[in-house]
């Protein structure tokens, strides 16, 4: 049905498809995945039950490296980053500070900036691709079958109407609709229960870009919005109260006084909020034409700040794969490789934030020595300093591939230069395939919709065919052009 009550059929008798893909929910999330599928050609709509707005109390203050090599990768990166404010050093565990200068990546720092600068740029790259937006649009039901997805949604003004989909992605956050709809279980626990967040303006300016420390049971961050008002996120595990419990400013002060020594002279708070922490991961992220990303797939605790750079990667995952699926380059069963790496992404995730916070609130004799000798391994053990920076970052991740593959294949490749003068990551912005050869470039021919073609700036011998998402899909040293057209063949029909 649609919203005249006109039944619509296919050819073969199921209801006709009104658009490839419905999103379901305009976060970062939702927004990158509806804006990379718009900007590769397929007709996306995009579902929410907000009113249009970007709200300025977003929870998110943090982009990642490899968070900003996607940004990059969609030619967003330098933007945002003149909007934020850099962070070289990253401190854990009050003793432990942990230079980001070595990271390899362009982008060897944290960017401090708020959740809704980064979905004001999406949802214009989104408006641009031609997204269609439904706002206050909210979904009540959703059934599926083997052709397509029938979502019934509500509007704010009492309408109802059945939206149908060849592919549904639930981004629509913790208490996701679309999860419930497929009938998901949401498994996990609350961790931290309390959690106080308010928007203040202070007295006295913090010394460093980031405040954060643990003291007994006390917990305080504090970051800059860059408007004059400052986030602050702490809790008092001494006074565990329901969400419920009325919160003011003096509760704000005192916590933060207890973590942080002084409250800086907080005042004029615009908003105050009382939440609990849960660690939470769906058991799968694909049920036959549904998926889910970001929060509706995974929550965890805010330490490290891994949240919505979790979320981003999810969707650019996904974004390009079910491209290649609707316009017919690659089977269905491309789809499955998006349970396969993500979802060991998001339970590694939940382990290493976790981790963090349960050494950040140490209390008994065992745990504060777990903590000394975490600080010493990492202060003094370069190699493990560097998995632990590769997996908070990002940048570490690599997706499994098939035993006999090359050593590189499912890994993330470097924004390495090419001839020219260019770099990878300006020359994934189109939204295709990379194929970087030693050797002159060929004619991608019946391919160049979806195939770029580069050159080593160097003398690497090495072929390597990079996807959208920007890692590595098939690599050979020195390989023939017999070789290269089995590759692509393989991965782009």
């Known amino acids: 049905m649609n919203g005249t009550g006109t039944k619509r059929t296919g050819t073969n008798g199921t209801p006709a498809i009104d658009t490839p893909v419905i999103v379901v929910g305009s976060g970062p999330t939702g927004l990158l995945l509806a804006g990379d599928l718009a900007v590769a050609g397929v007709p996306v709509t995009l579902v929410e039950k907000r009113p249009h707005r970007i709200s300025n109390l977003s929870r998110a203050f943090v982009l990642h490296a490899r968070t900003l090599e996607q940004l990059d990768a969609r030619g967003l990166a330098d933007d945002l980053e003149a909007l934020g404010q850099r962070l070289d050093r990253l401190r854990l565990f009050g003793d432990l500070t942990i230079d980001l200068a070595g990271l390899p990546s362009r982008f060897r720092h944290l960017l401090v900036l708020p959740q809704y600068e980064v979905e004001k740029a999406l949802e214009r790259r989104a408006v641009a691709a031609g997204v269609d937006f439904r706002y206050e649009t909210e979904v009540t039901a959703l059934t599926q079958d083997a052709d397509g997805v029938t979502v019934r949604v509500g509007t704010s003004d009492g ?7 060849a592919y549904v992605v639930g981004a629509d956050g913790m208490r996701s609709a679309v999860r419930d709809a497929i009938g998901l279980p949401f498994p996990g626990r609350s961790v931290i229960r309390s959690v106080v967040l308010a928007d203040v303006r202070l007295a006295e300016q913090p010394e460093t870009l980031l405040t954060v420390n643990t003291v007994g049971d006390a917990f305080a961050f504090l970051a800059p919005f860059g408007d004059g008002y400052h986030r602050l996120i702490a809790w008092n595990r001494a006074h565990d109260v329901p969400d419920s419990e009325p919160l003011d400013l003096d509760e704000i002060k005192e916590v933060t006084r207890l973590a942080l020594g002084r409250d800086f002279g907080m005042h004029d708070a615009r908003w105050m909020s009382r939440f609990h922490s849960d660690e939470r991961q769906a058991p799968a992220y694909r049920v036959g034409r549904v998926f889910l990303a970001g929060d509706a797939a995974h929550v965890h605790t805010p330490a490290g700040g891994q949240g919505m750079n979790t979320g981003l990667q999810d969707a650019a995952n996904l974004s390009w794969k079910l491209a290649q699926v609707i316009h017919g380059h690659a089977s269905p069963g491309l789809l499955d490789t998006y349970q396969s ?60 591939a098939p035993r006999t593959a090359h050593p590189l294949t499912g890994t993330r490749a470097p924004d390495v230069p090419l001839a020219g003068g260019g770099r990878l990551y300006e020359s994934l912005r189109t939204g295709h395939f990379v194929l970087i050869t030693p050797t002159p470039p060929l004619d991608p021919g019946p391919r160049k919709d979806r195939l770029t073609v580069e050159r080593w700036a160097s003398d690497r011998r090495t072929a390597v065919l990079v996807r959208p998402d920007g890692y590595v899909a098939w690599a050979a040293d020195e390989p023939d052009a017999t070789g290269v057209e089995s590759a692509l063949a393989e991965h782009l029909g």
């Open 159 to 165: 309408t109802a109407e059945s939206l149908r989909a």
């Open 341 to 400: 790496e993500r979802y060991p992404v998001g339970r590694a995730v939940l382990r290493s934030s976790g981790g963090i916070v349960r050494l950040a609130m140490a209390k008994r004799p065992w745990e504060l020595a777990l903590r000394a000798a975490l600080t010493t391994v990492l202060s003094r053990v370069a190699p493990a300093r560097r998995r632990m920076l590769g997996r908070l970052t990002g940048i570490g991740y690599k997706y499994a």
